[in-house]
């Protein structure tokens, strides 16, 4: 019982944490090996169990994506999706341990990405991503978010910020709705597998729903500025606590 609390209340944090930056599978493996799941079945079962979450925080944000013009999103789903589902069959083919050894050093580059885009726009006017250049790294970006998941939104965001968009609410709506197709796409092949450890998932999704609806009211209700600022503070401690710790830690 106390493993399944704990279960819940690192599910109710990474749905939060999704909402706001990204970077919930970051609490949410860890606390799935530390509850005695195998590490893949633990990476496959955190993607399964948040996703529901991301779609609750994607609901809330129908809104922002709607309104967004700059990118076209028909396009930027069907990569994503494309993304996820290669990624997902690679991690049920081959060892996770390649892709965790890059997540603090994907996690340094995009954190210091998004603050220079969005804090320094005269030297970030010339580092910009065309419209394919875009869609190719987002897609790269689903592989390695169907793979393992974690540091997605700080990567989608990086990628968003490169191409110009600037309106933190319609980036962050655009990267939940993202990252849940993505891992929805690698949820199907994942529960396939049999790979998922179905406990611990099913009582994580329900408080993964929770936060991420929280979240993303709340992150909403904050101003532009301040949720900038949010976003790299996250970023610069969990890419210190991974360059110390490891991904699998």
């Known amino acids: 019982m106390l493993a399944l609390s704990l279960l819940m209340l690192a599910a109710f944090s990474s749905g939060m944490l999704n909402a706001i930056a990204g970077g919930g599978a970051f609490i949410t493996f860890p606390a799935l090996l530390f509850a005695g799941v195998p590490p893949v079945s633990?990476?496959?079962?955190?993607?399964?169990a948040l996703f529901p979450g991301q779609m609750a925080s994607a609901w809330a944000y129908r809104g922002e994506i709607k309104d967004v013009r700059e990118v076209n999103v028909g396009a930027f789903v069907a990569v994503s999706v494309v993304g996820g589902i290669i990624g997902g069959i690679l991690l049920l083919t081959t060892p996770d341990r390649a892709f965790a050894g890059l997540v603090p050093?994907?996690?340094?580059?995009a954190t210091?990405?998004?603050?220079?885009?969005?804090?320094?726009?005269?030297?970030?006017?010339?580092l910009k991503l065309s419209?394919?250049?875009?869609?190719?790294?987002?897609?790269?970006?689903?592989?390695?978010?169907?793979?393992?998941?974690?540091?997605?939104?700080?990567?989608m965001l990086a990628a968003l910020?490169?191409?110009?968009?600037?309106?933190?609410?319609?980036?962050?709506?655009?990267r939940i709705l993202l990252a849940a197709l993505m891992n929805g796409a690698a949820v199907v092949a994942f529960c396939l597998s049999g790979s998922v450890s179905w406990t611990e998932t099913g009582v994580m999704a329900v408080?993964?729903?929770?936060?991420?609806?929280?979240?993303a009211l709340?992150?909403?209700?904050?101003?532009?500025?301040?949720?900038?600022?949010?976003?790299?503070?996250?970023?610069?401690?969990?890419?210190?606590?991974?360059?110390?710790?490891?991904?699998?830690?």
């Open 42 to 48: 633990a990476n496959v079962s955190s993607t399964v």
């Open 105 to 109: 050093w994907l996690l340094l580059f």
């Open 131 to 155: 419209g394919p250049g875009v869609l190719f790294v987002q897609f790269l970006i689903s592989v390695y978010g169907g793979y393992f998941g974690g540091g997605i939104g700080f990567l």
């Open 112 to 126: 210091t990405v998004f603050a220079v885009g969005n804090f320094m726009p005269g030297l970030a006017g010339r």
């Open 207 to 215: 408080s993964a729903v929770a936060g991420g609806y929280a979240g």
């Open 218 to 249: 709340g992150a909403k209700r904050v101003s532009r500025v301040v949720l900038k600022w949010v976003v790299v503070v996250i970023g610069v401690v969990m890419t210190l606590y991974f360059f110390t710790r490891g991904a699998g830690a």
């Open 161 to 174: 910020t490169l191409f110009g968009m600037r309106d933190i609410h319609a980036m962050n709506g655009l």
